[in-house]
T-cell receptor, first 113, second 111 residues
Framework: GDSVTQMEGPVTLSEEAFLTINCTYT??????LFWYVQYPGEGLQLLLK?????DKGSNKGFEATYRKETTSFHLEKGSVQVSDSAVYFC????????????FGAGTRLAVHP | DGGITQSPKYLFRKEGQNVTLSCEQN?????MYWYRQDPGQGLRLIYY???????QKGDIAEGYSVSREKKESFPLTVTSAQKNPTAFYLC??????????FGQGTRLTVV
């Protein structure tokens, strides 16, 4: 079945450092891809999305490009802030009847001043 | 405001007791989902529903039940058959291409 694999955390960075969180997927068909963020004790918030190959999703300084040839959707940010500390989840939406959402295990990011 | 609401935020269950978690959305989304999250782990799919009166088992459906009598509502019952129910439960709704919107979650604890 379809699956999502994320790099293990935690990722610890200093403020203003460059961030990359790797995400690769396995899917039949052409899924939509998403990044979600979860702050402590809360639900998940959609951060960005891409619905077809070569699309770039972006929001709040974060970017990710849908790479079909490498089945990847890596999350990047040029300069992280302490407020970016959270858990980040990569996800795909299966194509077909039920559009089931499949999540990666999540990557915890800790940004220090 | 449009959104998805879960209640209660905290819930305590005694051994052998069934409890029901509420999930309501006013986004007019067809699809709704229930996920379980254990500490430091990702989300595991319990049940999902694409239309009213239809739902499918996810990866960890044993010990859980759902209903979808209205488009807006997708309650989850944690039955006494679920031997390890302590977890954070997340409900979501989606219109497929544009991603899912999540509620704030219900933290269930067995006492």
């Amino acid at each position: 079945g379809d699956s999502v694999t994320q790099m293990e955390g935690p990722v610890t960075l200093s403020e203003e450092a460059f961030l990359t969180i790797n995400c690769t997927y396995t899917a039949t068909g052409y899924p939509s891809l998403f990044w979600y963020v979860q702050y402590p004790g809360e639900g998940l918030q959609l951060l960005l999305k891409a619905t077809k190959a070569d699309d770039k999703g972006s929001n709040k300084g974060f970017e990710a490009t849908y790479r079909k040839e490498t089945t990847s959707f890596h999350l990047e940010k040029g300069s992280v802030q302490v407020s970016d500390s959270a858990v980040y989840f990569c996800a795909l939406s299966e194509t077909g009847g039920y559009n089931k959402l499949i999540f990666g295990a999540g990557t915890r990011l800790a940004v220090h001043p | 405001d449009g959104g998805i609401t879960q209640s209660p935020k905290y819930l305590f269950r005694k051994e052998g007791q069934n409890v029901t978690l509420s999930c309501e959305q006013n986004l007019n989304h067809d699809a709704m989902y229930w996920y379980r999250q254990d500490p430091g782990q990702g989300l595991r799919l319990i049940y999902y529903s694409q239309i009213v009166n239809d739902f499918q088992k996810g990866d960890i459906a044993e010990g859980y039940s759902v209903s979808r009598e209205k488009k807006e509502s997708f309650p989850l019952t944690v039955t006494s058959a679920q031997k390890n129910p302590t977890a954070f439960y997340l409900c979501a709704s989606s219109n497929s291409l544009f991603g899912a919107f999540f509620g704030q979650g219900t933290r269930l604890t067995v006492v």
